[in-house]
């Protein structure tokens, strides 16, 4: 009986992460299509957003790959690419010849706010359609959602701690 019960709660959240997950593609999609926005992968988009979250001091390659967890040889291929669409620029740190700061250019800034701004109107003419009795609905999830997002992040951190654990330092993210 109990495992019928944890069956039903395993269907139950695969069915709810796949429909957020269409809900943000959907969203992502029209936003970039009708502004014109460049396509990029899951990742790249996390580095911009982090990129430009760091402001005009801009952030080195080694604390992009720390916080997004992953090699630093991966955050230079996704640097690199973000530099051929005009996103980011390079240049070399204060004081260290060796060390380099990426920052967001002008343009990488407007395309953040593009997307943004893009995905807040589909989002918005998407909710213009629902019942009023669903946006309610929605707004008093959005707590919920919250809370959900935070023992989401707890059990990330948890799960990344345990990894780093069992595989030692060298399976940290490079710096």
Known sequence: MEQDA???????????AETMA??????????????????????????LRRIVAAGSAGVTPSDLAAAMGVSRAMVSDHIRKLQAH?????????GDGRSAIVSVTAHGLEVHRS??????????????TLPHEDLERITRAEESFTRLKEHLTAIADRVGAAGEAAEGPSAAPAS
């Open 22 to 47: 269409s809900l943000w593609a959907l969203s992502t999609y029209i936003s970039r299509t009708t502004s014109a926005l460049p396509t990029l992968p899951p990742a790249q988009a996390s580095a």
């Open 115 to 128: 997307f943004h701004s893009g995905l807040a109107l589909a989002v918005a003419e998407a909710f213009s």
């Open 6 to 16: 944890d069956l039903a709660r395993l269907a139950e959240a695969t069915a709810f």
């Open 86 to 94: 005009g996103l980011v620029a390079r240049r070399r740190a204060d």
